[in-house]
Protein backbone atom coordinates (compact mmCIF):
# COMPACT_ATOMS: atom_id res chain seq x y z
CA UNK A 1 0.00 0.00 0.00
CA UNK A 2 0.83 3.31 -0.75
CA UNK A 3 0.31 6.64 1.43
CA UNK A 4 2.07 8.84 -0.76
CA UNK A 5 1.90 13.02 0.75
CA UNK A 6 2.53 14.98 -2.43
CA UNK A 7 3.97 17.76 -1.36
CA UNK A 8 5.71 21.76 -2.30
CA UNK A 9 4.85 25.29 -2.45
CA UNK A 10 1.32 26.39 -4.65
CA UNK A 11 2.09 25.65 -8.56
CA UNK A 12 4.71 23.71 -7.86
CA UNK A 13 2.89 20.64 -10.21
CA UNK A 14 0.94 18.74 -6.97
CA UNK A 15 -1.64 18.49 -9.05
CA UNK A 16 -0.35 18.15 -12.38
CA UNK A 17 1.31 14.83 -10.91
CA UNK A 18 -1.34 13.44 -9.03
CA UNK A 19 -3.17 12.80 -11.86
CA UNK A 20 -0.79 10.93 -13.45
CA UNK A 21 0.51 8.92 -10.65
CA UNK A 22 -3.12 7.86 -9.43
CA UNK A 23 -3.67 6.22 -12.96
CA UNK A 24 -0.39 4.31 -12.80
CA UNK A 25 -0.51 3.32 -9.20
CA UNK A 26 -4.56 3.33 -9.18
CA UNK A 27 -4.66 4.65 -5.84
CA UNK A 28 -7.22 7.44 -4.75
CA UNK A 29 -6.55 11.45 -5.30
CA UNK A 30 -7.50 13.38 -2.45
CA UNK A 31 -7.04 16.81 -3.31
CA UNK A 32 -8.35 19.70 -0.44
CA UNK A 33 -8.16 22.40 -2.79
CA UNK A 34 -10.18 20.53 -5.21
CA UNK A 35 -12.46 20.10 -2.67
CA UNK A 36 -12.86 23.02 -1.50
CA UNK A 37 -13.28 24.43 -5.10
CA UNK A 38 -16.14 22.06 -5.44
CA UNK A 39 -17.61 23.32 -2.23
CA UNK A 40 -17.63 27.15 -3.63
CA UNK A 41 -18.63 26.11 -6.74
CA UNK A 42 -21.87 24.45 -5.04
CA UNK A 43 -22.45 27.71 -2.50
CA UNK A 44 -22.41 25.00 0.31
CA UNK A 45 -21.62 26.59 3.92
CA UNK A 46 -18.54 24.87 4.04
CA UNK A 47 -17.58 26.74 0.39
CA UNK A 48 -18.47 30.11 1.70
CA UNK A 49 -16.05 29.94 4.48
CA UNK A 50 -13.13 28.51 2.72
CA UNK A 51 -13.77 30.85 -0.08
CA UNK A 52 -13.29 33.94 2.34
CA UNK A 53 -9.78 32.43 2.99
CA UNK A 54 -8.77 31.00 -0.60
CA UNK A 55 -9.53 34.11 -2.44
CA UNK A 56 -6.91 36.50 0.00
CA UNK A 57 -4.38 33.78 -0.50
CA UNK A 58 -4.73 32.43 3.03
CA UNK A 59 -4.91 28.53 4.52
CA UNK A 60 -8.74 28.07 5.36
CA UNK A 61 -8.70 26.77 9.00
CA UNK A 62 -7.71 23.73 10.30
CA UNK A 63 -11.03 22.39 11.86
CA UNK A 64 -12.96 22.98 8.67
CA UNK A 65 -9.82 20.98 6.53
CA UNK A 66 -9.63 18.21 8.86
CA UNK A 67 -12.97 17.57 9.23
CA UNK A 68 -13.83 17.79 5.12
CA UNK A 69 -11.06 15.08 4.75
CA UNK A 70 -11.49 12.98 6.84
CA UNK A 71 -15.66 13.05 5.19
CA UNK A 72 -13.66 12.43 2.12
CA UNK A 73 -11.50 8.99 3.40
CA UNK A 74 -14.57 7.55 4.48
CA UNK A 75 -16.55 8.12 1.54
CA UNK A 76 -13.41 6.72 -0.57
CA UNK A 77 -11.85 3.48 1.64
CA UNK A 78 -9.19 2.12 -0.92
CA UNK A 79 -6.89 -0.97 0.01
CA UNK A 80 -4.06 0.58 -2.61
CA UNK A 81 -3.62 3.44 -0.62
CA UNK A 82 -4.08 7.38 -1.26
CA UNK A 83 -2.43 10.41 -2.58
CA UNK A 84 -2.74 13.75 -0.65
CA UNK A 85 -2.64 16.37 -2.72
CA UNK A 86 -2.34 19.79 -0.63
CA UNK A 87 -2.75 18.28 2.66
CA UNK A 88 -1.23 18.72 5.40
CA UNK A 89 -0.28 21.87 4.90
CA UNK A 90 0.03 22.86 8.49
CA UNK A 91 1.68 20.47 11.88
CA UNK A 92 -2.01 19.95 13.34
CA UNK A 93 -3.23 18.68 9.85
CA UNK A 94 -0.40 15.98 10.15
CA UNK A 95 -0.77 15.32 13.59
CA UNK A 96 -4.79 14.77 12.59
CA UNK A 97 -3.59 12.90 9.11
CA UNK A 98 -1.65 10.45 10.72
CA UNK A 99 -4.18 9.70 13.79
CA UNK A 100 -7.07 9.19 10.81
CA UNK A 101 -4.54 6.57 9.27
CA UNK A 102 -3.39 4.58 12.40
CA UNK A 103 -7.59 4.37 13.28
CA UNK A 104 -7.73 2.83 10.29
CA UNK A 105 -4.14 0.44 10.50
CA UNK A 106 -2.23 1.76 7.77
CA UNK A 107 0.24 5.15 7.57
CA UNK A 108 1.93 7.64 5.30
CA UNK A 109 4.46 5.99 3.42
CA UNK A 110 5.89 8.25 1.27
CA UNK A 111 6.34 12.65 0.94
CA UNK A 112 7.65 13.70 -1.97
CA UNK A 113 8.30 17.39 -2.47
CA UNK A 114 8.19 19.30 -5.71
CA UNK A 115 11.20 21.75 -5.85
CA UNK A 116 10.56 25.06 -7.75
CA UNK A 117 11.80 28.83 -7.10
CA UNK A 118 9.33 31.46 -6.51
CA UNK A 119 9.44 33.76 -9.81
CA UNK A 120 8.91 30.39 -11.32
CA UNK A 121 5.79 29.48 -9.29
CA UNK A 122 4.58 33.19 -9.38
CA UNK A 123 5.15 32.93 -13.68
CA UNK A 124 3.31 29.60 -13.59
CA UNK A 125 0.22 30.75 -11.54
CA UNK A 126 -0.58 33.84 -12.88
CA UNK A 127 -0.61 31.83 -16.37
CA UNK A 128 -2.92 29.45 -15.40
CA UNK A 129 -5.54 32.41 -14.20
CA UNK A 130 -5.80 33.55 -17.92
CA UNK A 131 -7.69 30.75 -18.21
CA UNK A 132 -8.50 28.92 -14.84
CA UNK A 133 -10.88 31.36 -13.56
CA UNK A 134 -9.72 30.84 -10.06
CA UNK A 135 -9.21 34.22 -8.48
CA UNK A 136 -6.47 32.86 -6.68
CA UNK A 137 -4.17 32.80 -9.62
CA UNK A 138 -4.70 36.04 -11.01
CA UNK A 139 -3.32 38.25 -8.41
CA UNK A 140 0.23 38.50 -7.81
CA UNK A 141 -0.13 39.90 -4.32
CA UNK A 142 -2.16 36.69 -3.90
CA UNK A 143 0.09 34.81 -5.32
CA UNK A 144 3.20 35.78 -3.33
CA UNK A 145 1.08 35.89 -0.05
CA UNK A 146 0.11 32.18 -0.67
CA UNK A 147 3.85 31.44 -0.91
CA UNK A 148 4.76 33.25 2.63
CA UNK A 149 1.82 30.97 4.08
CA UNK A 150 3.33 28.23 2.32
CA UNK A 151 6.76 28.53 4.21
CA UNK A 152 5.79 29.80 7.94
CA UNK A 153 2.84 27.05 7.67
CA UNK A 154 3.52 24.38 5.58
CA UNK A 155 6.92 23.83 5.14
CA UNK A 156 7.88 23.06 8.79
CA UNK A 157 5.74 19.47 7.77
CA UNK A 158 8.48 18.48 5.40
CA UNK A 159 10.27 18.32 8.54
CA UNK A 160 7.75 16.57 10.92
CA UNK A 161 7.79 13.73 8.28
CA UNK A 162 11.71 13.72 7.53
CA UNK A 163 12.15 12.74 11.30
CA UNK A 164 11.03 9.37 10.15
CA UNK A 165 13.03 9.42 7.15
CA UNK A 166 9.95 9.61 4.86
CA UNK A 167 10.51 13.14 3.08
CA UNK A 168 12.43 13.36 -0.05
CA UNK A 169 12.64 16.49 -2.26
CA UNK A 170 12.97 15.78 -6.28
CA UNK A 171 13.72 18.58 -8.48
CA UNK A 172 10.13 20.44 -9.80
CA UNK A 173 11.44 21.71 -12.87
CA UNK A 174 12.06 20.44 -16.25
CA UNK A 175 8.99 18.16 -18.79
CA UNK A 176 5.96 16.56 -16.91
CA UNK A 177 7.40 13.28 -18.03
CA UNK A 178 11.10 13.76 -16.41
CA UNK A 179 9.20 15.08 -13.07
CA UNK A 180 6.97 12.33 -13.29
CA UNK A 181 10.07 9.62 -13.36
CA UNK A 182 11.93 11.38 -10.64
CA UNK A 183 8.93 10.32 -8.37
CA UNK A 184 8.74 6.83 -9.86
CA UNK A 185 12.38 6.73 -9.11
CA UNK A 186 11.76 7.93 -5.22
CA UNK A 187 8.71 5.98 -4.55
CA UNK A 188 10.79 2.57 -5.87
P1 LIG B 1 -4.48 24.03 -4.13
O1 LIG B 1 -5.63 23.69 -4.95
O2 LIG B 1 -3.79 22.93 -3.43
O3 LIG B 1 -3.61 24.89 -5.13
P2 LIG B 1 -2.18 24.91 -5.66
O4 LIG B 1 -1.20 24.64 -4.57
O5 LIG B 1 -2.11 26.21 -6.38
O6 LIG B 1 -2.17 23.79 -6.77
P3 LIG B 1 -1.11 22.85 -7.32
O7 LIG B 1 0.23 23.05 -6.67
O8 LIG B 1 -1.67 21.48 -7.24
O9 LIG B 1 -1.08 23.29 -8.86
P4 LIG B 1 -0.10 22.69 -9.90
O10 LIG B 1 1.24 22.97 -9.31
O11 LIG B 1 -0.38 21.31 -10.32
O12 LIG B 1 -4.83 25.11 -2.98
C1 LIG B 1 -5.53 26.32 -3.28
C2 LIG B 1 -5.91 27.02 -1.97
O13 LIG B 1 -6.85 26.18 -1.21
C3 LIG B 1 -4.79 27.29 -0.97
O14 LIG B 1 -4.10 28.51 -1.26
C4 LIG B 1 -5.59 27.37 0.37
O15 LIG B 1 -6.24 28.61 0.53
C5 LIG B 1 -6.67 26.30 0.19
N1 LIG B 1 -6.26 24.99 0.75
C6 LIG B 1 -6.08 23.85 0.02
N2 LIG B 1 -5.71 22.84 0.84
C7 LIG B 1 -5.64 23.36 2.10
C8 LIG B 1 -5.27 22.83 3.37
N3 LIG B 1 -4.87 21.55 3.50
N4 LIG B 1 -5.31 23.64 4.47
C9 LIG B 1 -5.69 24.92 4.35
N5 LIG B 1 -6.04 25.50 3.16
C10 LIG B 1 -6.00 24.73 2.05
O16 LIG B 1 -0.25 23.59 -11.18
C11 LIG B 1 0.14 24.93 -11.25
C12 LIG B 1 0.38 25.36 -12.70
O17 LIG B 1 1.69 24.99 -13.06
C13 LIG B 1 -0.55 24.73 -13.72
O18 LIG B 1 -0.94 25.69 -14.64
C14 LIG B 1 0.30 23.67 -14.39
O19 LIG B 1 -0.06 23.43 -15.73
C15 LIG B 1 1.68 24.28 -14.29
N6 LIG B 1 2.72 23.27 -14.24
C16 LIG B 1 2.69 22.13 -13.51
N7 LIG B 1 3.84 21.43 -13.70
C17 LIG B 1 4.62 22.19 -14.56
C18 LIG B 1 5.92 22.02 -15.14
N8 LIG B 1 6.66 20.95 -14.89
N9 LIG B 1 6.40 23.01 -15.95
C19 LIG B 1 5.65 24.10 -16.22
N10 LIG B 1 4.40 24.31 -15.72
C20 LIG B 1 3.90 23.36 -14.90
Known amino acids: MINLILFGPPGSGKGTQASTIVSKFGLTHISTGDLFRYEIGN ?23 IGMLENKLNST ?23 LLDSRGTKITHLIALDVDDEEIVKRLLNRG ?3 GRPDDQNEEVIRRRIVEYLDKTSPVYEFYEKTGLSQKIDGIGSLDEIFNRIYDALH
Open 77 to 99: PNDKGYIFDGFPRTIPQAEALDT
Open 43 to 65: STPLGLKAKAYMDKGELVPDEVT
Open 130 to 132: KTS
